[in-house]
Every structure is written in C-alpha cells, then in structure tokens.
C-alpha cells in the first residue's frame, strides 16, 4: 500500500485514512458569518476518533462542537503561535507513546444522523402551526 494519499480517493479509503491519523486538520472557510459553519467533514472527523484541530472562529459552532465532545480545539486564523503549541504538545505526546486521543464516544450520540435528522424534524414540526387551513376545489 501507498504512502501518497490520491486526490480520487474512494470514501471507504479516506475514512480509513482519517482512523489512521495522529491528527485532522479541519479549516473552515474565512468568510462572514463563519462562526455559524458546521462544515460535513466534522462528523466524520468526530467518528474517526482522532484529535482535530480547526482553523475558524473560536467563538463558533464548530468550537462548541469541538468542546462538547473533548475532540479537539479551534485556533482563529492565523494565530501561529497557537499552531505550534498545539502541534508541539500533539508531536510530544505521540513520541511518548501516549498521543492524544479524539472525540468521546460516549459523547456523539447527539451528532449522529439520526439524532440530527430528529432535531430538525422537531425544529420542523414546532415552526408548522397547528391547525392548517384546509385547501378545497
């Protein structure tokens, strides 16, 4: 097997990549309003098991993602020191044979699919009104 990641990488192969790694790089598009992404590529990072490192707004959703699930850390853009120290800490630990581990298992249950397609179903049902008006021919 290869050591060079191909850019067509089938999904199954990438998954097993992301369990793979001593780390994920997660960047989050420098745009307004950024503090609201949620990219995809999150929840398959939480599920890979591995310690993330995001680039973002550490105010955002994805920070308090990040935070509820003890799976990594967000570092606003550009903060360099941040960077080092992260990927310092990250390397040493590794070296020592005790690497930093990823999400809690215990603590994803509320970003699986299913959990997130219920909360949107009840975000749904609570914006429909009750009684609806009927529509006749």
Same mark, same amino acid.
């Given at each position: ?8 990488? #089938? ?11 001593? +780390?994920?790089?997660? #960047? ?6 950024? +503090?609201?992404?949620?990219? =995809? ?16 707004? #550490?105010? =955002? ?23 080092? =120290? ?5 390397? +040493?630990?590794?070296?020592?044979? /005790?690497?930093?581990? =990823? +999400? ?28 609806? #008006? /009927?529509?006749?021919?």
């Amino acid at each position: 097997s290869s050591d060079v990641c191909s850019s067509d990488l #089938p999904h199954h192969e990438a998954i097993a990549w992301m369990q793979r790694s001593a +780390a994920l790089l997660l #960047p989050i598009n420098r745009v307004m309003d950024s +503090a609201g992404i949620v990219t =995809g590529k999150i929840y398959e990072y939480l599920a890979a098991g591995r310690p993330v490192l995001a680039l973002g707004d #550490p105010a =955002g959703e994805a920070s308090r993602i990040l935070a509820d699930t003890s799976s990594g850390s967000i570092l606003a853009y550009g903060d360099v020191d941040g960077l080092v =120290g992260w990927l310092d800490a990250h390397y +040493a630990a590794w070296e020592q044979g /005790t690497a930093h581990s =990823g +999400a809690n298992p215990a603590s994803l249950g509320p970003y699986s699919r299913k959990e997130q397609a219920a909360s949107l179903a009840r975000l749904l049902e609570e914006s429909i009104p009750e009684s609806r #008006p /009927t529509h006749s021919s």
